[in-house]
């Protein structure tokens, strides 16, 4: 150990400071300060915060001497802990269905886990132990690639903040029970689910990730979400199913946020939410929304444009909007009725705050130009249009583009920026 005038001053910190500079570092180095001198023997054994992967070990391509060692590197490191661990975090491919990972949960399990991370590889799904639910002070818990199957006598966890599951099997209602039952949960991330159909119940969510094939998706709980982003995939069914469909969507999903300050929405989301009744009045204003960004957009769909127009004009802090079109130009391109614009789009209505716009994939459809017009014409303090054309729409782009610089603006400062491919 290095020191000054015979001092060791690292040596002579506070444990507190030392620790954090040992949650710092990988873990496998944490470990090796231990040859430093025989009073960094067993300081890293108290740091609270641990993370495991498999650059623990030296890489090799026999996969069973890889997992034999990361095996004995975490049983021995977990054997020789002493105190409490805050953080713990398992990413690996080779583990993934090591029996050890059980016994090193039920470990853990007294440890008083705050955080806790299993990201596990490829191959067959792994599945939480029972003593994973006895966490009862988890705080933030991230699951990837498991199977869960809460025992009968689990209540939920109490304290857990954040929630992220990415391909989890996990029966619907089951998921709907774990949501609920934290009553602390201000962040959700759902992924790669399949034909799901889910209530979320979370009144004190604030941030909901969900992205996969959603059957049917219903906030009846959530009225402190900021900000969501969902990504829906489409099968044949499930467009049949929304098709069938007699409840209005956009009611379900985003009648009851009043709070929302951002909403994206990817693939086939603005289909969704289109499914249902007509809209006419919306049940709420969004006082807070400040950014949409909604992708994959068919303006050849006179329901998805009714719920931009709905979404934005009840909107009056509405800052930045960035839409892409998906508009089929074969069906786009056929006579439309631009009388719907004079209907929907009221003359007198202002987006007041309203400073960017972004529109990707520009296929410069009759509908889509008569939406930016309305834009243009509506936003009195609008700093900039960016126009992004799609590849396919190779013809017509300087038409286009003279007939844009043609419409009228209702501000001064207003630029229009045209990407070239």
């Known amino acids: ?233 489409m099968t044949d069914d499930i467009g049949e199913l929304f098709e069938q469909s007699s409840s209005c969507n956009f009611d379900k999903f985003l009648g009851g946020v009043p709070q929302l300050e951002r909403l994206t929405g990817h693939i086939y989301f603005t289909k969704y939410l289109s499914i249902g009744n007509d809209l006419g009045k919306l049940p709420i204003t969004y006082h807070h929304l400040k950014i949409i960004e909604l992708y994959q957009v068919s303006f050849d769909d006179m329901k998805e444009i009714l719920v931009i127009l709905r979404l934005i004009m009840n909107s009056p802090c509405l800052q930045e909007l960035q839409i892409s079109d998906s508009s089929n130009l074969s069906v786009a391109l056929e006579p439309p009725d631009l009388g719907f614009w004079e209907e929907e789009s009221p003359c007198d209505h202002k987006f007041r705050l309203l400073k960017t716009v972004k529109i990707t994939d520009m296929s410069g459809v009759p509908h889509e130009m008569e939406f930016i017009k309305f834009l243009l014409e509506s936003s009195p303090v609008l700093e900039t249009m960016n126009i992004v054309p799609s590849v396919n729409a190779t013809d017509g782009k300087f038409n286009t583009l003279v007939e844009l610089l043609r419409f009228r603006r209702a501000s001064a400062q207003a630029e229009i920026i045209f990407f070239q491919d």
């Open 1 to 233: 150990m290095d020191s000054v005038l015979g001092q060791d001053f690292i040596s002579d910190l506070p444990q507190s400071i030392i620790e954090t500079i040992l949650t710092k570092l990988p873990v496998r180095d944490a470990v090796r300060t231990s040859i430093l001198s025989s009073r960094w023997r067993y300081k890293w054994a108290n740091i609270t915060e641990v993370e495991f992967d498999d650059k623990c070990v030296v890489v090799s391509n026999d996969k069973g001497y890889v997992e034999d060692n990361l095996v004995k590197f975490i049983t021995r490191f977990l054997f020789l802990h002493d105190g409490p661990i805050h953080k713990f975090s398992l990413s690996s491919t080779y583990l993934q269905c090591s029996p050890d990972i059980d016994q090193w949960l039920l470990f853990l399990s007294r440890k008083d886990v705050k955080e806790l991370v299993l990201e596990l590889g490829d191959g067959e799904w792994f599945r939480a132990p029972s003593c994973l639910f006895s966490f009862r002070k988890l705080t933030r818990l991230d699951l990837i690639r498991c199977e869960l199957d809460p025992p009968p006598s689990f209540k939920g966890f109490p304290c857990l903040k954040y929630l992220n599951l990415q391909q989890v099997l996990v029966a619907p209602d089951v998921l709907e029970s774990l949501i609920s039952s934290c009553p602390l949960l201000e962040s959700l991330t759902l992924s790669y689910f399949d034909s799901l159909v889910l209530s979320i119940h979370a009144p004190n969510l604030k941030y909901l990730s969900l992205e996969g094939e959603f059957k049917d998706i219903c906030l009846e709980n959530t009225p402190l979400l900021l900000a969501i982003s969902v990504a829906m995939y």
